[in-house]
């Protein structure tokens, strides 16, 4: 009910962001929760994760995720390749993709 609530209240907003805490740590939990924002709300929906996307394919497990994720922003950070003036990402490393919805996952 509460998880509801808080999609509720995304009403009126362009898109929602997952990061922190790797949501991609619990697929079980975290697919679920992408689905029912995606299917309520049509959010655009950033991601980032420590996984690259080439993990996130060959994982059956995770790669469903990708069905629901308009931008995935992967990679761990890495504080040697660290660059503050990088937009949306914080080391070099770190790639901003955006995903191909003409492909289920």
Same mark, same amino acid.
């Given at each position: 009910? =509460? $998880? &509801? =609530?808080?999609?509720?209240? @995304? ?5 929602? +962001? ?9 697929? &079980?939990?975290?697919?679920? *929760?992408?689905?029912? $924002? &995606?299917?309520?709300?049509? *959010?655009?929906?950033?991601?980032? %994760?420590?996984?690259?996307? =080439?993990? @996130?394919? /060959?994982?059956?497990?995770?790669? /469903? ?12 950070? $890495?504080?040697? *390749?660290?660059?503050? +003036? !990088? ?9 901003? !993709? %955006?995903?191909?919805?003409? +492909?289920?996952?």
């Amino acid at each position: 009910e =509460e $998880v &509801k =609530e808080q999609i509720d209240a @995304l009403e009126g907003q362009d898109g929602i +962001t997952f990061s922190g805490g790797d949501p991609m740590y619990n697929p &079980k939990e975290f697919i679920p *929760l992408l689905r029912e $924002v &995606k299917q309520r709300t049509g *959010l655009n929906i950033w991601c980032y %994760t420590g996984y690259t996307y =080439e993990q @996130l394919l /060959a994982d059956e497990e995770r790669r /469903a995720a990708l069905n629901y994720i308009d931008v995935l922003v992967d990679g761990r950070f $890495v504080q040697e *390749l660290y660059q503050p +003036t !990088l937009d949306f990402r914080g080391s070099t490393n770190q790639r901003i !993709l %955006t995903i191909d919805h003409s +492909t289920a996952y």
